[in-house]
């Protein structure tokens, strides 16, 4: 009996964490090797992917319109409420090309924002007069999990450039379990990611 018991013990011992804890996500091993993290190069700029939604405006005449000057009332411009209205947003698909109306379907993924809307300017040369449009992505987002069971957030990111500190903060800060030492930053996706430790 003590044999089996010896055994058992051996082989939960040296098993992985399927049966003792089954639901550990994102775990590395002892040896794994993490990607270098180079703080000395600049912050690269986000490029398109699929899924992203993207809010869509064009203009004529270099956006010459942008701001309607016959609106302007005591308190600044004012928006019509047509215009207000008219926000269209539209779907990256998985293959990278996203639908636009009169110019069709075009590829745009893997393109940052300015990319993009320089290339969009060009196609709608055939139908505006100096196209100036503007693109924005609506659903930038990070997956937080800060240490806790069933703590794991999803963060709408509203800038660029948010920073790692400024998303945990967003998050409500690492919990009192977490550990400050052991942050992994995973960037990618489940094909192709890079697995950063960063000790903060």
């Known amino acids: 009996m003590r044999k089996i018991l010896f055994y058992l013990f051996i082989l939960l011992s040296v098993s992985s964490c399927r049966l003792l804890n089954p639901s550990m996500m994102l775990k590395t091993g002892k040896a794994y090797q993490y990607d270098k993290l180079n703080d000395s190069l600049s912050p690269k700029e986000y490029k398109i992917s699929p899924n992203d939604i993207i809010n869509f405006r064009i203009y004529t005449n270099d956006g010459f319109k942008l701001i309607d000057l016959t609106s302007l009332n005591s308190t600044g411009p004012s928006t019509s409420s047509a215009a207000a209205s008219l926000n269209p947003t539209y779907l990256v698909e998985n293959d990278g090309f996203i639908k636009l109306p009169v110019i069709g379907r075009i590829k745009i993924a ?87 430790l960063i000790d903060l």
């Open 110 to 196: 893997g393109l940052t924002i300015r990319e993009a809307e320089l290339m969009l300017e060009e196609k709608f040369t055939k139908y505006y007069v100096k196209p100036f449009v503007l693109l924005s992505i609506t659903n930038m987002r990070v997956i937080i999990f800060p240490g806790e069971p069933g703590a794991a957030k999803v963060i709408p990111l509203v800038n660029n450039n948010t920073t790692l500190l400024e998303a945990l903060a967003l998050s409500g800060g690492i919990s009192e379990n977490g550990k400050a030492w052991k942050i992994k930053l995973i960037r990618g996706n489940a094909e192709n990611y890079k697995v950063y």
